[in-house]
């Protein structure tokens, strides 16, 4: 039991790759259009830090921060296929060395 609770806490963050919606990203932000509005993001939302103290204020900004990060993370895995599939493949040895245990 706690083989499959550990896999599944190891597994619940796990990015999936699929090519199409990464593709979609990255061709929706590679035009100057795109370009202007993820720059626009990052400068407005990614780059900045919340100084306050109002916890509901931070778990806001926060939110808008992990968006514009699945933006490109995204645009990373159209970019750069190989690098999310190789992560893919050692995290599925690792699971059949663990179930062969």
């Not at 720059?39 to 968006?67: N, Q, W």
């Not at 990060?69 to 995290?91: H, M």
Request: aromatic share 10%.
């Amino acid at each position: 039991m706690w083989t499959r609770i550990s896999t599944w806490l190891t597994r619940k963050w796990e990015r999936t790759t699929d090519s199409t919606l990464a593709q979609a990203y990255l061709l929706t932000f590679a035009g100057p259009h795109g370009q202007q509005v993820l720059k626009h993001l990052m400068d407005e939302v990614y780059c900045t830090v919340y100084a306050g103290r109002d916890p509901i204020e931070l778990a806001f900004h926060e939110g808008r921060r992990s968006v514009v990060q699945e933006i490109l993370e995204n645009i990373d895995v159209a970019e750069r296929p190989d690098k999310y599939e190789s992560g893919l493949q050692a995290l599925e040895g690792e699971e059949a060395l663990s179930y062969a245990r």
